[in-house]
């Protein structure tokens, strides 16, 4: 008897693991250029697009409502890490206090650095997307985008914009920095959606 062991389910109930990954215990980084070093007194999270137009400084965001967040990770130069603790401000909280329009369909991210990254909407609220602001009990390093970093551990990493300092609302999407060069649009991990032709 021929038993075809070739086919398993594309996600196994238990499986933690995204296809194509492989788990580490280090927190390697990547970064298109060098590390912007902000410091806490001079960060501020600018809310623009179609919202009430906002700028809070470090003081002013940290003292809304702070949640904690237990979630594994995933790059897409392959590695996963699982558990990461953060501490962080949710979207559904900061979309609330901005009273965005229903008009709005995506965020734009935009960083120190100049980079920026898209994300639908509905991909922040519900509990699936905060500003972080504190890694594993202390400040988030400067490496990984502190002070503060957007945090969308559900999609892949490069959506998780570091040095955060404003979202932009906007009605139609506008690719950013890695999806106007050749990165998957979305990026769902369990889809393997890496690349644009995925
Ligand atoms: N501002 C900014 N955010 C960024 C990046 C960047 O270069 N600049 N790199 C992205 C990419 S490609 C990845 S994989 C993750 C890496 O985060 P880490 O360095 O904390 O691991 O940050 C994302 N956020
Ligand atoms: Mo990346």
Redesign the pocket.
């Known amino acids: 008897m021929v038993v075809n062991k070739g086919f398993t389910a594309k996600r196994a109930p238990n499986q933690r693991l995204p296809p194509g990954q492989y788990e580490t215990q280090d927190?390697?980084?990547?970064?298109?250029?060098p590390t912007p070093h902000v410091q806490k007194e001079s960060w501020s999270l600018e809310i623009k697009g179609l919202a009430k137009p906002n700028k809070w400084n470090w003081k002013e965001f940290t003292s809304f409502p702070i949640n904690e967040i237990k979630t594994d990770?995933h790059?897409?130069?392959r590695w996963s890490k699982f558990d990461t603790k953060w501490k962080g401000i949710s979207m559904d909280y900061i979309m609330k206090k901005s009273q965005v329009s229903p008009k709005a369909t995506h965020v734009i991210a935009h960083?120190?650095?100049?980079?920026t990254?898209n994300i639908p909407i509905k991909d922040l609220t519900g509990g699936k997307a905060w500003v972080a602001v504190e890694y594993e009990g202390q400040d988030i390093p400067a490496?990984?985008?502190g002070p503060a970093?957007?945090f969308v551990p559900h999609l892949?990493?490069?959506?998780?914009?570091?040095?955060?300092n404003a979202l932009e609302f906007v009605e139609g999407d506008k690719p950013g920095?890695?999806e106007t060069r050749g990165?998957h649009n979305y990026g769902d991990p369990w889809k393997e959606q890496r690349f644009s032709f995925d």
Do not use: E
């Not at 927190?27 to 250029?33: D, I, K, W, Y």
């Not at 960083?111 to 980079?115: A, P």
């Not at 892949?156 to 955060?164: E, Q, V």
């Open positions: 927190f390697p980084v990547l970064s298109l250029g990770i790059c897409v130069t960083s120190s650095d100049g980079y990254t490496d990984h985008g970093r957007l892949y990493f490069w959506k998780s914009a570091k040095w955060l920095f890695w990165y």
